[in-house]
């Protein structure tokens, strides 16, 4: 059963970083396409930051310049490294993993930034 477990959230001061990781129990991760989404409340899930399995990066405009996605497919893991975070950045972060049909979310980690 494939699973993707995130961590690295939680109380983060306006201006500070966090990085998420999301670690995928899959045999093939190397084949797939990962993205990081967040979901604040009363607002849509939205892509954050999205990586492929060839490691062509593409990110939201909100977050170009001060996140950075990363994968290391030695130890199925994604990673989203958050810099000069603010208000805006709160959210649940969502792991997600594609191939195809094969499409597949995470639990969810909670970011909060505080002003």
């Known amino acids: 059963q494939v699973q993707l477990v995130e961590s690295g959230g939680g109380l983060v001061q306006a201006g500070g970083s966090l990085r998420l990781s999301c670690l995928v129990s899959i045999r093939t991760f190397s084949n797939y396409a990962m993205g990081w989404y967040r979901q604040a409340p009363g607002k849509q899930r939205e892509l954050v930051a999205a990586i492929s399995s060839g490691g062509s990066t593409n990110y939201a405009d909100s977050v170009k310049g001060r996140f950075t996605i990363s994968r290391d497919n030695a130890k199925n893991t994604v990673y989203l490294q958050m810099n000069s975070l603010n208000a805006g950045d709160t959210a649940v972060y969502y792991c997600?993993?594609?191939?195809?049909?094969?499409?597949?979310w995470g639990q969810g980690t909670q970011v909060t930034v505080s002003s």
């Open positions: 997600n993993a594609k191939s195809g049909p094969f499409d597949r």
